[in-house]
C-alpha cells in the first residue's frame, strides 16, 4: 500500500468531507501507482526528447492544476513515505532511464496530490456524495485516463 489507513482517510476528510475505509485503500494505491507510473513514462520520453538519461523534475508532466493541488496537499500537514511508493512502482516495468532523486524525493507528494484531487473529482461528479461506492472510483478513474 502507498499510505497507511489513516492517512488515507485523512486527506480525503480534508480536501472533500469524504468518509472511506480501508477497503478503498487498495483500489486507490493501484490507481495512484498506475498514475505515478504514467508521469514517470511521460517523463522519460520527455527526457529522451532532450537528448538526457536522466529524468528531472522538468520533465515531469505536471500541469498548474496539479502544481496547485501539490501546494495545498503541502499544507495538509501530511507525509508520505518515500519507500512504500517505490515498492510500489518497483511491480511495474523498469523505465530506461534513471529518475534524479529530487523526482524520486518528490513521488510521496505527488501521491499526495494525486489522493486530493482524486477525492475532489469525486465530489464534483456527485456534490452529495459522503461515502464513494465502486461506480463512484469507476467514474473518477476514467476522468483521471482522459486527463493524465
Not at 529518475?99 to 501521491?111: C, G, K, M
Request: glycine share 2%; hydrophobic share 45%.
Amino acid at each position: 500500500m502507498l499510505m497507511k489507513v489513516a492517512e488515507f482517510e485523512k486527506l480525503f476528510r480534508q480536501a472533500a468531507s469524504l468518509d472511506v475505509d480501508k477497503n478503498d485503500l487498495k483500489r486507490l494505491s493501484d490507481f495512484l501507482r498506475n498514475k505515478l507510473y504514467d508521469l514517470l513514462v511521460v517523463a522519460e520520453r520527455n527526457a529522451k526528447f532532450n537528448g538526457r538519461d536522466l529524468i528531472l523534475e522538468p520533465d515531469l508532466p505536471i500541469t498548474k492544476g496539479l502544481q496547485e493541488t501539490l501546494r495545498e496537499f503541502r499544507q495538509m500537514d501530511t507525509t508520505l513515505e518515500l519507500k512504500p511508493v517505490l515498492d510500489a512502482l518497483a511491480a511495474l516495468p523498469p523505465l530506461d532511464l534513471e529518475v534524479a532523486e529530487d523526482v524520486r524525493n518528490l513521488l510521496p507528494e505527488l501521491a499526495g496530490a494525486l489522493v486530493v484531487a482524486y477525492a475532489r473529482v469525486l465530489k464534483e461528479l456527485d456534490p452529495a456524495l459522503k461515502n464513494p461506492q465502486t461506480e463512484h472510483h469507476e467514474r473518477a478513474e476514467r476522468v483521471f485516463n482522459l486527463l493524465l
